[in-house]
């Protein structure tokens, strides 16, 4: 087994919970280095911190799994797959879709896995990671022997990390249930793993404050937000999104559920239909925005809050008095704080009183380490119109 030995200092880091050790760090390599092998990692006194995947490649090159002296081998990650599962099993998550492993929170950086029925969709996000794929599937396998396994890497990631992405090619469709709502999902094609299994407590409570007002869901995608307030008692609801893929994903969806007849579609850019809504003089009872990513960079942070901003204000003023907003961010570097404090000016310019009725982040089956804070990624505010 290689031994990495950090830089004097490097490792109050990882003393304080955090898996990730940079280039920088990095004092020494000793051994033979294989990248399906994990590395052992110990300070500048050599005294051991624990093992993890190595790969020099990116600046971030090395990841702990575990702080314990013991093997990382097929064992090693059968039983953090099954300790995955029994926390979602006894928090009542282990739903007809969830996400099984949300990579550092759940011990196994740089792997994802998301259940829609029976199949367990894996993404490998390092090269490490994607070697012990065959190791992953078995896992899989045993937590579910009815189940079927299917790969859909995150091409990005791969490139970064020097490996070749795999794609099992897309299967047949699947309906899975969400609360009281259908959903169609097809492995290895759209967004991510499927369907943005983050958002599911939040369309719930979404629902719950639409009841019985008209909704307008920006950014649909796959019109899960206004499938759930449609399904919960909303009058009738407006998607609008960029993509003819996403659209039809959506028009899927509202079928499956009997609710074609109460919702319109329109394609095109969100900032310019938000802004046309507006000066048309548009007005709802309940408005979701939950854009893309506007950035996955620090240094375009301020041209991702101005865009943020945008898109806020005019969903303010759209709002009836009384009506609702719930507002998202899923770019990593927008922090709770700065997006709070991005909604605090954009309620000022559009010249809106609001109310935070409760501040939202990701569904618990994404769970969050408080050592690791690029484990939350995702920030929102349900706010309140009140004048």
């Not at 304080?16 to 990692?41: F, M, N, S």
């Not at 993404?123 to 790969?151: K, W």
């Not at 958002?199 to 796959?222: K, P, T, V």
């Not at 907003?325 to 404090?341: D, G, R």
Request: charge should be neutral; hydrophobic fraction near 40%.
């Amino acid at each position: 087994m290689a031994t990495l030995k950090l830089t004097r200092g490097a490792e109050a880091r990882i003393k304080a919970g955090h898996p990730w050790i940079y280039r920088t760090q990095i004092a020494d390599l000793t051994g033979r280095w294989k990248a399906e092998e994990a590395v052992e990692i110990v300070d500048w006194s050599r005294r051991f911190l624990g093992r993890g995947f190595y790969n020099p490649r990116p600046s971030l090159c090395c990841r702990l799994l575990t702080r314990r002296d013991e093997p990382v081998d097929a064992g090693f990650f059968h039983r953090r797959l099954r300790e995955a599962f029994e926390y979602r099993r006894e928090a009542g998550l282990a739903s007809d879709a969830y996400r099984l492993v949300w990579s550092e929170a759940d011990g196994l950086p740089g792997l994802v896995v998301d259940r829609y029925g029976a199949v367990s969709v894996v993404q490998c996000l390092t090269l490490g990671m994607s070697r012990a794929a065959p190791a992953i599937a078995d896992g899989l396998h045993r937590l579910f022997p009815e189940g079927r396994v299917h790969r859909s890497d995150d091409a990005t990631a791969a490139r970064l990390e020097g490996f070749e992405a795999q794609h099992d090619p897309s299967g047949e469709e699947l309906v899975v249930t969400e609360g009281g709502c259908r959903f169609a999902v097809t492995p290895g094609a759209g967004h991510k793993t499927g369907l943005y299994l983050d958002q599911s407590e939040n369309r719930a409570l979404f629902a719950h404050h639409a009841r019985g007002r008209r909704i307008l869901d920006g950014f649909c995608y796959a019109g899960a937000f206004a499938c759930h307030a449609l399904t919960g008692g909303s009058g009738r609801a407006l998607l609008l999104d960029s993509s003819a893929d996403a659209l039809a994903l959506a028009r899927r969806n509202l079928e499956l559920n009997g609710l074609s007849a109460r919702a319109e579609i329109r394609e095109g850019n969100a900032f310019d239909l938000l802004r046309g809504l507006e000066g048309s003089g548009e007005r709802f009872g309940a408005v979701v925005l939950d854009p893309p990513p506007f950035t996955r960079r620090k240094d375009s942070l301020a041209a991702a809050t101005r865009g943020y901003k945008e898109i806020n204000i005019r969903g303010l003023r759209l709002l009836e008095p009384g009506g609702v907003l719930a507002t998202f961010s899923c770019s990593h570097h927008v922090t709770p704080a700065l997006f709070e404090e991005m909604c605090r000016d954009a309620a000022g310019d559009a010249g809106v009183a609001v109310r935070v009725l409760q501040s939202l982040g990701q569904s618990r089956d994404h769970p969050v380490l408080l050592t690791v804070p690029e484990s939350r990624y995702l920030s929102g505010l349900l706010l309140e119109r009140i004048s």
